[in-house]
């Protein structure tokens, strides 16, 4: 599919001056906006490339297909096509929240594509088992997704201030939950199961690219643990744990989240 075709489907922008690629992936719920505050750091030394996920932002709703978008596959083949089509080589890749894994996946896929992994809060499974914590009980992410699928406005106001933490920036749980509300509440039911009821630790092993994993030092969503695991199961990985607390360090710690970036890189 060609340049022109891709950027449009997921609305594409790319800004920067440097040559190598940088590819920014947001979370559930959210779109390239969610990156305001630190894509612009990066813009002196990297080909910056923001991207809204089908069903997100601006992105073609009707490129959205069920089957396709069951699984955080179908989302990790889309990172392997824009890469293709923009011809992006070396790609640093930065993934947020489910981001994270989806870029887990892209990179088994691809690893020509990729030169370094920074993932940000991911978690390769929200749901506790045996002696494996993933922070949520299998009942606990149930009843999560039965709250989404009755009620996506009333789920978006009560989750997004949790998912954000920092209750005392009660600006940046709004923030989120505007942003959750914006979603299409068919998508973001899918994209939830397809998110909360995926388990991809068996995965992370077959990584080859270097990886920095980011790690909020509280986090309800992917609790310290996770990023542990997530570590220790990753062959060429570095840990870095924030002093930021919530699930969206982008927008509550930038400046925090840039410098470990930039301290990787």
């Avoid at 950027?7 to 790319?14: A, I, L, S």
């Avoid at 896929?109 to 009980?137: C, M, Q």
């Avoid at 149930?142 to 920092?166: C, K, R, T, Y």
Wanted: charged share 20%; glycine share 8%.
């Amino acid at each position: 599919m060609n340049n022109a075709v891709i950027t449009k489907r997921f609305n594409v922008h790319v800004s920067g001056r440097g040559q190598t690629p940088m590819l920014f992936a947001h979370g559930f719920g959210c779109d390239q906006n969610m990156w305001r505050y630190v894509s612009p750091a990066f813009e002196d030394d990297y080909r910056v490339v923001l991207f809204d996920h089908i069903g997100a932002g601006g992105s073609d709703l009707g490129a959205y297909e069920p089957a396709k978008y069951a699984s955080l596959d179908g989302y990790a083949d889309d990172i392997v096509e824009i890469c293709r089509a923009l011809q992006l080589e070396q790609v640093v890749f930065v993934g947020h929240s489910v981001s994270a894994m989806i870029g887990v996946l892209a990179a088994i896929k691809a690893p020509e594509l990729f030169s370094r992994l920074v993932l940000i809060g991911p978690s390769p499974r929200y749901i506790n088992d045996g002696a494996y914590t993933g922070g949520f009980s299998e009942d606990q992410i149930n009843e999560l997704l039965e709250f989404l699928d009755s009620n996506h406005m009333g789920w978006s106001q009560a989750m997004a201030p949790v998912i954000m933490g920092n209750a005392d920036r009660p600006e940046l749980g709004q923030e989120l939950t505007n942003s959750f509300c914006r979603t299409d509440p068919d998508i973001a039911r899918r994209f939830a199961k397809a998110t909360f009821l995926s388990d991809n630790r068996d995965d992370l092993h077959r990584v080859v690219t270097p990886s920095l994993v980011l790690q909020c030092s509280e986090d309800v969503i992917a609790p310290p643990e996770v990023g542990r695991y997530v570590h220790s199961h990753l062959k060429d990985s570095q840990l870095t744990i924030l002093k930021a607390t919530g699930h969206c360090p982008n927008l509550s710690a930038p400046e925090e989240t840039i410098e470990a970036i930039k301290a990787y890189l």
